[in-house]
């Protein structure tokens, strides 16, 4: 695994859009795994700036969000699929035919599944996926749970995730009960991971995550078996790592292992 300790959100967010940035301009029809949310909003703040700029170009590269909520259409101001619109799609020159959100208007959750899981494999896989980690560990909407789960799977949100999401909403109510989301084996089959974090209130779960036991209880402990991660955050979010250097790679205490499906103990 390699750290980088950022000084603040915008740093954090600018060494994370030099990733990405990287992985287009070496490979422009990239495939990209695509996250939503407070922490990497800066970087396709960043990313956007940079494209205006002519520094990168968008055009041959297909995304695969994460997750997106049941029962929100489209143009929902808190779906998902508003929220990648809105900041970030319609800012740069991606085709709309090579964006993939799950449907949240489809009552057909195996299907829909099923029709996701297609996706991801029937464009090659994902080259670099971009992950946040929520304060229960959770990475898109896996919650803990006692398995990890395989494949693009339904999902109940938990209370702590609908509390922490509510700031989105009018009310903690009006969030949605459930969503749809990748599964844990499309994540660690993407060929790179991106994580970024941010805040002193994230800095227990990210030693948990990536110092502590692999365990489906902390979901993102699982990227700890994934050959390619880049994890990103700032000094509070990462003062409970020990030495991750100044903004330069570090290293933490993980498992060397490929990943297989015996190791997360799935069919």
Not at 77 to 90: A, I, V
Not at 217 to 223: F, K
Not at 243 to 257: C, F, I, Q, V
């Amino acid at each position: 695994m390699r750290i980088y300790k950022a000084r603040d959100y915008g740093d954090m967010s600018r060494k994370a859009a030099n990733i990405l940035s990287a992985q287009v301009i070496l490979k422009p029809n990239s495939v990209l795994g695509l996250a939503t949310g407070q922490s990497p909003l800066g970087v396709y703040r960043q990313l956007i700036e940079w494209y205006a700029k002519g520094d990168i170009d968008f055009s041959e590269v297909t995304t695969i969000n994460l997750d997106e909520y049941i029962g929100l259409p489209p143009d929902s101001p808190q779906s998902y699929q508003h929220f990648m619109r809105e900041n970030f799609f319609s800012r740069v020159n991606i085709k709309d035919v090579n964006i993939h959100i799950p449907d949240g208007l489809q009552i057909d959750a195996l299907g829909e599944c099923a029709r996701y899981d297609a996706v991801i494999r029937g464009v090659g896989g994902i080259d670099m996926q971009l992950l946040g980690i929520g304060h229960n560990g959770h990475i898109g909407f896996n919650e803990p749970g006692a398995a990890f789960e395989k494949g693009t799977h339904l999902i109940a949100l938990s209370e702590r995730t609908k509390k922490a999401n509510s700031r989105f909403f009018k009310s903690e109510g009006e969030v949605p009960e459930y969503a749809y989301t990748m599964g844990i084996r499309s994540i660690m089959q993407a060929r790179g991971i991106l994580v970024v974090v941010f805040g002193e209130d994230k800095a227990e779960i990210v030693k948990r995550a990536f110092c502590g036991e692999v365990t489906p209880l902390v979901p993102a402990s699982v990227l700890q078996l994934h050959n390619n991660v880049t994890l990103v955050g700032d000094e509070a979010a990462l003062s409970q790592m020990g030495d991750g250097g100044d903004g330069n790679e570090g290293s933490a205490e993980s498992a060397e292992l490929a990943y297989t499906d015996e190791h997360l103990n799935l069919p």
